[in-house]
């Protein structure tokens, strides 16, 4: 039986960069006992506003960067588990109990949502770069994913002790090789995945793709090499 925990079970960090059309959709369906960390990598849309006025604790983050935000957003949560996920109406925070339930449950260390797609949510380039890195992942690290998705959850002082240091794309596959590596028990839990609103500003485009891509492989250089 799960233990009670205080309302704020789970602090949800949002890293947002002119989402201000999906930030309503996004945080009206926050579960009961998670709040809403929004993290504002520097919109020029007014999400910021947008988001403080619907209720949801705003953390500004000036140095561009996925990871960075990220970071921002852990660094400011106070919840014993802290979730992770995009804030671009793709994902349903309504989907988080079943990726932080085991964390919650003390049954695993790092859930990742693993993303069963409809049809056009994810352009074909993101998906062969997202099964090439889990493959490698799976072969060279031994971690059994078939999925980086982007909503996960973990304890946040666990977190915060694996010393992450991408600030940029390259952070997601960090988390999960450094957490590989200090033996943490890794798994995953299936999450609908939809099409965006808007369009990304990291895998929208060719050139931000590649871009996520190299800085992953980077990840995977650093790891093989023993430097990670």
Do not use: H
Request: proline share 6%.
């Amino acid at each position: 039986m799960r233990e009670l925990l205080e309302p704020a079970a789970v602090d949800v960090v949002l890293p947002v960069l002119d989402e201000r059309e999906a930030i309503p959709w996004v945080l009206e369906r926050m579960p009961e006992g998670y709040r809403a960390i929004v993290v504002d990598n520097g919109s020029s849309d007014g999400s910021a506003e947008v988001a403080a006025r619907l209720g949801a604790r705003v953390v500004a983050e000036s140095r561009r960067g996925f990871g960075a935000a990220c970071y921002a957003g852990l660094a400011a949560a106070t919840a014993p588990v802290v979730a992770f996920m995009d804030c671009d109406a793709s994902l349903d925070p309504a989907d988080l109990p079943g990726v932080c339930g085991p964390v919650l449950d003390g049954e695993a260390d790092l859930v990742l949502g693993a993303r069963d797609a409809e049809a056009g949510a994810q352009p074909l380039r993101n998906r062969l770069a997202n099964r090439y890195l889990a493959r490698q992942v799976r072969r060279g690290f031994g971690v059994p994913l078939t999925d980086l998705g982007p909503m996960r959850a973990a304890r946040r002082e666990a977190l915060l002790g694996l010393g992450m240091a991408d600030r940029r794309s390259g952070w997601p596959l960090e988390m999960v090789l450094r957490a590989g590596s200090a033996g943490w028990r890794i798994a995953e839990r299936p999450v609908p995945y939809r099409a965006r609103t808007g369009k990304s500003k990291v895998t929208g485009t060719l050139g931000g793709t590649l871009r996520a891509v190299k800085d992953m492989r980077a990840q995977l250089a650093r790891f093989k090499a023993g430097q990670g």
